[in-house]
């Protein structure tokens, strides 16, 4: 079985309600491709998510707010415990981030595809960004990523 892996932090609500989102997508695409049981979609807070994670998952979507211009400290913590073990191992399987912020982004944005470029990923779409608002729009961006997400494992296409 492929697993989808999405990895979020969050205080607040917005960043979660992004992940759920990207989880809803995912499932409503399985579904529809009565692929529910090749892919497993899994959701994980950076605090609960290692290396073993990362390794055995076939996509990864990121999901962190913003904080003081950058990503927030557990995702930072979560790419930190990760790097070195996935570092040389994961090149090429397909990924996305997702940001939720107050006036910015492009800081949490740019350091964690700062980080991430080191793991050779393959970046599937350019980051959703929710700024003040999560709104149905940026909602609706999210189902589809996790839709791309899973059923391009699923087919085996990412
Ligand atoms: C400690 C802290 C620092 C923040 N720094 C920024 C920032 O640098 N740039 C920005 O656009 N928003 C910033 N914000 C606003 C959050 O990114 C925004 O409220 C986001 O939607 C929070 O998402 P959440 O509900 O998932 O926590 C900050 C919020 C907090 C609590």
Known sequence: MKTLLIVYHTRGVKTAQMAD???????????EAEAEHEVRVSVKRCAEAGPDDVLGADALALGTPENFGYMSGMMKDFLE?????CEGRIAGRPWALFV?????GSGAIASVERIVTGLRLKKVRAPILALREVTPAILAQCEELGATLAAGIAAGVL
């Open 21 to 31: 989102a990207v989880a809803r997508g995912a499932q409503q695409a399985l579904r």
């Open 81 to 85: 415990r990760v790097f070195h073990p």
């Open 100 to 104: 939720a912020a107050g006036q910015d």
